[in-house]
């Protein structure tokens, strides 16, 4: 397995993913997940035996976003990576790609940045994605309902080691 940085080359297929994993992730278009990449703080593809497999893209404090989880955090810490959005292909699942997305994300930020920022969906539950961020020592800080009340989240912290 291969996590690295994001390409323009990979947009179609991150796209494609984002998008087929619909509720658990909001849709987006091209020139949006375009605009999101430019604006991240990190943006990584994870590919297994060549082959694409997942994405995540992170933002740091001050980006020009409108999410409301973004706003909330946004709104109690100063200096975070937001993880807005992680996703890997279904083929590959439980495959170990989502550690590896973290473990590369900790690599990362770790002695640059306090803490590591998420949501999971609690209405729609994803009891898979909220068993796996509490086995990586995230902790719940917060709740909030989103899209008009379609969804409840669960706001979470990781934080990160100082050096």
């Given at each position: 397995?291969?996590?690295?940085?994001?390409?323009?080359?990979?947009l179609?297929?991150?796209?494609?993913?984002?998008?087929?994993?619909?509720?658990?992730?909001?849709?987006l278009?091209?020139?949006?997940?375009?605009r999101?990449?430019?604006?991240?703080?990190?943006?990584?593809?994870?590919?297994?035996?060549?082959?694409?497999?997942?994405?995540?893209?992170?933002?740091?404090?001050?980006?020009?976003y409108?999410?409301l989880?973004y706003?909330?955090?946004?709104?109690r810490?100063q200096?975070?990576?937001?993880?807005?959005?992680?996703t890997v292909?279904?083929?590959?699942?439980r495959?170990?790609v989502g550690?590896?997305?973290?473990?590369?994300?900790?690599?990362?930020?770790?002695?640059?940045?306090?803490?590591?920022?998420?949501?999971?969906?609690?209405?729609?539950?994803?009891?898979t994605?909220?068993?796996?961020?509490?086995e990586?020592?995230?902790r719940?800080?917060?709740?909030?309902?989103?899209?008009d009340?379609?969804k409840?989240v669960?706001?979470?912290e990781l934080?990160l080691?100082?050096g």
């Amino acid at each position: 397995m291969l996590v690295r940085t994001l390409q323009p080359s990979d947009l179609d297929a991150a796209l494609a993913l984002n998008n087929a994993s619909l509720p658990m992730l909001s849709e987006l278009d091209a020139a949006e997940i375009t605009r999101l990449t430019s604006i991240s703080a990190v943006s990584l593809v994870a590919e297994v035996d060549g082959v694409f497999a997942g994405f995540c893209i992170v933002l740091g404090p001050g980006a020009d976003y409108a999410s409301l989880n973004y706003q909330w955090f946004s709104d109690r810490y100063q200096d975070f990576a937001y993880l807005d959005r992680i996703t890997v292909d279904p083929t590959v699942r439980r495959s170990g790609v989502g550690r590896a997305f973290y473990a590369e994300l900790v690599r990362r930020f770790a002695g640059t940045t306090p803490v590591l920022l998420c949501e999971v969906n609690i209405r729609p539950r994803n009891e898979t994605s909220l068993v796996f961020h509490r086995e990586i020592g995230f902790r719940e800080v917060g709740q909030q309902d989103t899209d008009d009340g379609r969804k409840t989240v669960s706001l979470l912290e990781l934080r990160l080691p100082k050096g």
